[in-house]
């Protein structure tokens, strides 16, 4: 955090304190100054800083990060189907495709969801799905 010439405590505070309530993780933001700075105030800079990052969070796409592990998983062709199916539900992100003698995919499956792909691949496949 830093003030960068104004006034102590006017701008890197007060940019700090909203995202720390803002609930959004990861996060880094630069404000410049254009005008007003001693017309504003240490007050009003204060505000200002702090409401250019209010306006900035509101209108910030976020999403969810998400633990994922990587697997690769194996199955035989009349499988597949079953599988992709499987994979949409369970919102694992298939990386690559390999189709040869059987069908490989490398996959990224959230960490919670992962004893539940083992658990349903075995089901799908009779026991013949591999992951490794």
Known sequence: MSDDGEPHGTAGRPMLSVLLHSEVGEIVTVCARYFGGVKLGTGGLSRAYAGGVKLLLQTLPT??????????????????????R??????????????GEEV?????????????????????????????
Not at 63 to 84: C, F, G
């Open 63 to 84: 999403e969810s990060k998400i633990k994922r592990v990587r697997i690769t998983v194996r199955v035989a062709y009349p499988h597949v189907e079953n599988l992709q």
């Open 104 to 132: 490989r995919y490398q996959i990224a499956v959230p960490a919670t969801t992962l004893e539940t792909l083992r658990e349903q691949l075995a089901q799908l496949t009779s026991g013949e799905g591999v992951l490794e």
């Open 86 to 99: 499987l994979l949409e539900d369970l919102e694992a992100l298939v990386e690559h495709e390999d189709y």
